[in-house]
């Protein structure tokens, strides 16, 4: 068990939809950060909060949008989802960026 | 941005075999590490490696900073092994990992 933890971790929606996908970090982590991993892209990177901040961005949609909390769950909103959408989303925490990160279990999500 | 190669793609293994993965990366790194991906999906932490040597168990990692590469030495594999295996790098001004394409591993029993 890395500490972090992702719910849902199924979800099937319809095109055209709106999602949310939740993280808690690990006790202490100040860092959250999600990837996208789908069979043609790998997995990707697409954003970062340190202690409720943006810091980065990599391949997020504009569909896309993620937050953190004063409590430090976040957040990863998804909608007008597609077809191609469906992946297996991962948050991920560390204590700083640079530091061993550490991934949850994973959300998977089907597009039907 | 930062390049990271694994190879080879893809291995296959009889059980008690040992074997070497390697990782090229095209830049300086601050933080490395190698992932295993389970059957079920899940990213469990090997090595956080930067530089230096570690070992755990059947496994360990070496990783050579200057030449831009990291090894990860399996040995004695077991078919429980089996799944894919990362290795990420992140850059100081990224702040987040970049990801190879991974080895899929396979050991047979």
């Known amino acids: 068990d890395s500490g972090v933890t992702q719910t849902p971790k199924h979800l099937i929606t319809a095109t055209g939809q709106r999602v949310t996908l939740r993280c808690s970090p690990r006790?202490?982590?100040?860092?959250v950060y999600w990837y996208q991993q789908s069979l043609d892209q790998g997995l990707q990177f697409l954003i970062q909060?340190?202690?409720?901040?943006?810091?980065a961005k990599g391949n997020i949609l504009e569909r896309f949008s993620a937050q953190q909390f004063p409590d430090l769950h976040s957040e990863l909103n998804l909608s007008s989802l597609e077809l191609g959408d469906s992946a297996l989303y991962f948050c991920?925490?560390?204590?700083?960026?640079?530091?061993?990160?550490?991934f949850g279990q994973g959300t998977r999500l089907t597009v039907v | 941005g930062i390049q990271v190669e694994q190879s080879p793609p893809d291995l296959i293994l009889q059980e008690g075999a040992n074997s070497t993965l390697r990782c090229n990366f095209s830049?300086?790194?601050?933080?490395l590490q190698w992932f295993h991906q389970n059957p079920w999906g899940q990213l469990i932490n090997l090595f956080y490696?930067?530089?230096g040597t570690k070992q755990n168990g059947r496994l360990s990692a070496t990783t050579v900073a200057t030449e831009r590469y990291s090894l990860l030495y399996i040995s004695s594999s077991q078919t429980t092994d089996s799944g894919v295996y990362f290795c990420?790098?992140?850059?100081?001004?990224?702040?987040?990992?970049?990801f190879g394409s991974g080895t899929r591993l396979q050991v047979q029993p």
């Open positions: 006790s202490g982590d100040l860092s």
């Open positions: 990420a790098v992140e850059r100081g001004g990224r702040r987040a990992l970049t």
């Open positions: 909060y340190y202690n409720g901040e943006e810091r």
């Open positions: 830049d300086s790194v601050n933080n």
């Open positions: 991920a925490s560390s204590v700083d960026p640079g530091t061993e990160a550490f």
């Open positions: 490696i930067p530089s």
